[in-house]
Every structure is written in structure tokens, then in C-alpha cells.
Nanobody, 129 residues
């Protein structure tokens, strides 16, 4: 399994920005990586995914405010979060997995938590109004 470690969370005010980082070590050449979050009392939801070719997919709820990016030289995945809102308060996780079953019929990575087996420990983001 891949090894993943998130950082960059914190406590911010509504409207602020944060950039989360996930340093990774993956052992397959054909993989998807993604950012997920778990809000209090809710299931873990997929926010954004990226594959080895750079194809990106966002959840509708964040596509205008969040940006996923990957720096292969640094083995780091990023999530730039702008205009944060109190409802963005959550534990944020990065995840990875490999294999063709991770891809939808239109060739982008799936965003369900059930499709990923490697997870970081998470980083907490708290947004106050």
C-alpha cells in the first residue's frame, strides 16, 4: 500500500485560504490520488481526484473554490482551498490506490471512499465565522 502523510490544516476565519499537502510514496505506476473530508457526523466524501496523467475531477460542492495539484518531483499532492466557509470544517484526508477499476467509463478517477485503500492520518481544518 501507499504511504501518505497530510499537513497544512489549522484554524482559520471564514473567507481565508489554506493549502493542504500530502507527501506520498506509491508503489504502482497506474494510480489515482484524491482528497477527501469527513465533517462531524457525516460520511467521508470525495472532494477532488487526480490520476497519473493529470486528469482531475471535482465534487460540485468545491469545484469553484478548491484546486488539486500534484508535484511529482516532490511526491506531494496539494489541495488549495480558497474562500473557506464554516461548513468546510472537517478532517481532511488524502488517499491513493491503483488499478483500472478506479476509473469511470469516461476515464477519470472515482471519488468514492470505498475505492481507495491507502489513507493518511488526516489533518484538521476548522473554519470559524
Amino acid at each position: 500500500r501507499a504511504q501518505l502523510e497530510e499537513s497544512g490544516g489549522g484554524s482559520v476565519q471564514s473567507g481565508d485560504s489554506l493549502r493542504l499537502s500530502c507527501v506520498y510514496r506509491v508503489y504502482t505506476t497506474y494510480y489515482c490520488m484524491g482528497w477527501f473530508r469527513e465533517r462531524p457526523g457525516q460520511e467521508r466524501e470525495g472532494l477532488a481526484t487526480i490520476d497519473i496523467d493529470g486528469k482531475i475531477r471535482y465534487a460540485d460542492s468545491v469545484k469553484d473554490r478548491f484546486t488539486i495539484a500534484q508535484d511529482g518531483r516532490k511526491s506531494t499532492l496539494y489541495l488549495q482551498m480558497n474562500n473557506l466557509k464554516p461548513e468546510d470544517t472537517a478532517m481532511y484526508f488524502c488517499a491513493s490506490d491503483g488499478g483500472t477499476s478506479l476509473f469511470t467509463t469516461d476515464g477519470v478517477c472515482r471519488r468514492s471512499k470505498y475505492d481507495y485503500s491507502s489513507w493518511g492520518q488526516g489533518t484538521q481544518v476548522t473554519v470559524s465565522s
